[in-house]
């Protein structure tokens, strides 16, 4: 089966994870795949393939060759929530030819005036949504290129040490390691598959929380309320003016961190707020954390009733720390790239995977590309030669590895 195969049999496997839930996997849908991804892998020779009860599916590839190392690769399987996952009908767009890409009839344009990147797919085949949905490239484009390398390594039959391979769940609610089993997996180090161009080599990511304040209203008749009423959506207004307007997604880049408001829900007696905080630097991840209970203070001291309560925990911390012991990993990737006519490029992940919290486990494991872009959207596309590429490059490190 080729990349282009499987890719457009996994995404037609809806697996949008959600964090309301309290299961693990967080939604059924996750363990349909995985239990499909069992089957395909018996079928092409993984005997010992074989899924979690909490949806994790695992695989070896025996050795070939006697090697030190065992190396793994590991892709998840859900999609996120943000836009629907379910019903997605993918466009194949051949010999892409530079132009705008009409996205069915939803309305919607896939152009490189707004993605100049898509110009350098002149050529190449993409494969889009129709306007309606995301297309699960993060991260089905990653396992499809994990299950086609290993298919490969088992016909070509080329020296080569042990191989595991890892499914995960729920990862786009950042809980794609909670059960992952590190010690049964047996890797020396690994690499998550869930990059974006072709090319990329990831070793930085970053810390992460989540915040969630609670303000706690007082509930007055307007026509009496003078004095009386605390309108905890205005205090939620107040709170968040009083952080950094410039430190958030939509205006910044790179380095720079940010803090996150992703959703709000209130009324006059109760408001709840959701945020997420990112810096790649430690120090600077507690300073935003400490302006948001400043925040929360300073408004517990001008309101008698204190209605705004702060609780911030951590989600995952930057895995460069944990890389930098073990540079044969990142030298192992930079080598096959290379091998394969791809020049590394090494950039901070303006996010995270669960190649961050496997590293803090025990399991260095920086994360490669999978040639999508515009993940989490109905803009979504990947680069099929790309992913081909991905692929041999994955098979090419499985020889590399010592």
Same mark, same amino acid.
């Given at each position: 089966?080729?990349v282009?195969?499987?890719f457009?049999d996994?995404?037609?496997?809806?697996?949008?994870?959600?964090?309301?839930t309290?299961?693990?996997?967080?939604?059924p849908?996750?363990?349909?795949l995985?239990?499909?991804?069992?089957d395909?892998?018996?079928?092409m020779g993984?005997?010992?393939?074989y899924?979690?009860d909490?949806g994790?599916?695992?695989?070896?590839?025996?050795?070939?060759?006697?090697?030190?190392?065992?190396?793994?690769?590991?892709?998840?399987? $859900?999609?996120?929530? !943000?836009v &629907? %996952?379910?019903?997605i009908? *993918?466009?194949?767009?051949?010999?892409?030819? #530079?132009? $705008?890409?009409?996205? !069915?009839t &939803? %309305?919607l344009?896939?152009? *490189?005036?707004?993605?100049?990147?898509m110009? #350098?797919?002149?050529?190449?085949t993409?494969?889009?949504?129709?306007?309606?949905?995301l297309?699960?490239?993060?991260?089905?484009? #990653?396992v499809?290129?994990?299950l086609?390398?290993a298919?490969?390594i088992?016909?070509e039959?080329?020296?080569?040490?042990?191989v595991k391979l890892?499914?995960t769940?729920d990862?786009?609610?950042?809980q794609?390691?909670?059960?992952?089993?590190?010690?049964?997996?047996?890797c020396?180090?690994?690499?998550?598959v869930?990059?974006?161009?072709l090319?990329?080599?990831?070793?930085?990511?970053?810390?992460?929380?989540?915040?969630?304040?609670?303000?706690?209203?007082?509930s007055i008749?307007p026509?009496?309320?003078?004095?009386k009423?605390?309108?905890?959506?205005t205090?939620?207004?107040e709170?968040c003016?009083?952080l950094p307007?410039n430190?958030?997604p939509?205006?910044?880049?790179?380095?720079?961190?940010?803090?996150?408001?992703?959703g709000?829900?209130?009324?006059?007696?109760?408001?709840r707020?959701?945020?997420?905080?990112?810096?790649h630097?430690g120090?600077?991840l507690?300073?935003k954390?400490?302006?948001?209970?400043?925040?929360?203070?300073?408004?517990?001291?001008?309101?008698?009733?204190q209605?705004?309560?702060v609780?911030?925990?951590?989600s995952?911390?930057?895995?460069?720390e944990?890389?930098?012991p073990?540079w044969?990993?990142?030298?192992?990737?930079?080598?096959s790239?290379r091998q394969?006519?791809?020049?590394p490029?090494?950039?901070?992940?303006r996010g995270g995977t669960d190649?961050?919290r496997?590293s803090?486990?025990g399991?260095p494991?920086?994360?490669i590309?999978?040639?999508?872009?515009?993940?989490?959207?109905?803009?979504?596309?990947?680069?099929v030669?790309?992913?081909?590429?991905?692929?041999?490059i994955?098979k090419?490190a499985?020889?590399?590895?010592?």
């Amino acid at each position: 089966m080729s990349v282009q195969e499987m890719f457009l049999d996994l995404v037609s496997y809806p697996t949008t994870s959600d964090d309301t839930t309290g299961a693990t996997p967080s939604t059924p849908g996750q363990k349909v795949l995985g239990a499909h991804i069992v089957d395909i892998m018996q079928k092409m020779g993984i005997e010992d393939a074989y899924m979690t009860d909490t949806g994790y599916v695992y695989g070896t590839i025996p050795a070939t060759a006697e090697r030190k190392n065992t190396v793994g690769f590991v892709a998840h399987m $859900d999609t996120c929530s !943000g836009v &629907s %996952g379910e019903n997605i009908k *993918p466009q194949v767009i051949k010999d892409y030819d #530079g132009q $705008d890409i009409p996205l !069915g009839t &939803s %309305g919607l344009t896939l152009s *490189p005036t707004d993605f100049p990147p898509m110009l #350098g797919h002149k050529g190449k085949t993409l494969i889009t949504t129709d306007g309606t949905t995301l297309l699960g490239g993060d991260d089905k484009a #990653g396992v499809a290129e994990i299950l086609c390398a290993a298919q490969e390594i088992l016909a070509e039959k080329k020296p080569h040490g042990r191989v595991k391979l890892g499914f995960t769940p729920d990862e786009e609610i950042g809980q794609g390691a909670d059960h992952f089993d590190v010690e049964g997996f047996g890797c020396d180090f690994a690499y998550t598959v869930d990059g974006g161009a072709l090319g990329e080599l990831e070793y930085e990511n970053f810390n992460a929380a989540a915040a969630v304040v609670e303000v706690s209203g007082v509930s007055i008749h307007p026509g009496a309320a003078k004095g009386k009423m605390v309108n905890s959506a205005t205090v939620a207004m107040e709170f968040c003016g009083m952080l950094p307007q410039n430190a958030v997604p939509e205006h910044t880049e790179g380095y720079e961190g940010f803090i996150h408001l992703v959703g709000i829900q209130g009324d006059v007696e109760h408001t709840r707020m959701q945020f997420i905080i990112r810096d790649h630097d430690g120090e600077l991840l507690e300073q935003k954390n400490q302006l948001m209970r400043d925040a929360a203070a300073y408004l517990n001291q001008k309101y008698p009733t204190q209605p705004v309560q702060v609780s911030i925990t951590e989600s995952y911390r930057n895995m460069k720390e944990q890389i930098l012991p073990h540079w044969e990993v990142i030298e192992v990737m930079e080598k096959s790239m290379r091998q394969n006519g791809v020049e590394p490029i090494t950039m901070p992940i303006r996010g995270g995977t669960d190649g961050a919290r496997l590293s803090y486990m025990g399991l260095p494991c920086p994360n490669i590309c999978t040639g999508g872009a515009n993940a989490h959207g109905k803009l979504e596309y990947v680069v099929v030669e790309d992913m081909e590429k991905i692929k041999d490059i994955i098979k090419t490190a499985v020889e590399t590895v010592e």
